[in-house]
């Protein structure tokens, strides 16, 4: 069965500094792995996926993640950030086949102060 | 890009009573549509994946016959929520996927539909 951990339910960092959300996988087969930010009473907006190639993806906003296989894991990055970055941000994982569901972390909060 | 569209974006029902959540691809035609369920400040919970012309496959726990579900074409899905009450009151998305035209199964997500039952 497929899953997803975060660990941490909430990061806190400073503006300014550097950001790491972390999140590790299990799933069978080759993942695909993606990063979802949500806003309060939104929906998920797409921050970035890997599927295949090199480890790290850049995505919107700014943002990174590193795939890393050995250690099972896609953690999301930013070198440097700002408070609008405070959000919920969700790790999802499917397998390579095509039509199937994400599944999620539970999630973890950011928030950035000034 | 891709946009899904959900509507509506918010709905207040009465206990017992029937609700529908629309959930439409705008520019693509989307095979299989999933539909999740997010509690405040938690995860999201996959309920059901639908595919066009077929029944939808409901997760474990998941009452198929409150939460029926409908994928009549390939650009839209509808998520009715039958004889509804104050703990079906949740946050609905869905989300559609187009494996054919992006790489990597690429997933779009709705904005979301807030239920609440009074």
């Known amino acids: 069965a497929q899953s997803v951990a975060q660990p941490e339910d909430q990061v806190n960092v400073a503006e300014g500094n550097p950001l790491t959300v972390k999140c590790t996988y299990s799933?069978?087969?080759?993942?695909?792995l993606f990063w979802y930010v949500q806003y309060p009473n939104r929906g998920l907006q797409f921050l970035l996926k890997?599927?295949?190639?090199?480890?790290l993806v850049k995505g919107s906003y700014g943002f990174e993640a590193e795939f890393n296989k050995s250690q099972t894991s896609f953690h999301l990055k930013k070198p440097s950030a700002l408070v609008s970055d405070s959000a919920l941000y969700f790790c999802?994982?499917?397998?390579?086949?095509?039509?199937?569901?994400?599944?999620f972390g539970k999630g973890t909060t950011l928030s950035v102060s000034s | 890009g891709a946009v899904v569209s959900q509507h509506p974006s918010w709905v207040i029902c009465k206990s017992g009573t029937s609700v529908k959540i629309e959930c439409r691809s705008l520019?693509?035609?989307?095979?299989?549509m999933f539909w999740y369920r997010q509690f405040p400040k938690q995860s999201l919970m996959l309920m059901a994946t639908?595919?066009?012309?077929?029944?939808?496959?409901?997760e474990q726990g998941v009452e198929k016959d409150k939460f029926l579900i409908n994928h009549a074409s390939l650009t839209l899905s509808t998520l009715t929520v039958t004889s509804a009450h104050p703990e079906d009151s949740s946050f609905y998305i869905c989300?559609?996927?187009?494996?054919?035209?992006?790489?990597?199964?690429?997933?779009?997500f709705g904005e979301g539909s807030w239920l609440t039952v009074v």
């Open positions: 989300s559609a996927s187009n494996p054919g035209r992006h790489s990597g199964n690429t997933i779009y």
């Open positions: 799933v069978s087969g080759n993942p695909y």
């Open positions: 890997y599927i295949t190639g090199d480890n």
């Open positions: 999802a994982v499917t397998q390579g086949q095509a039509g199937t569901a994400l599944i």
């Open positions: 520019d693509f035609q989307a095979t299989t």
């Open positions: 639908s595919n066009e012309g077929s029944k939808a496959t409901y």
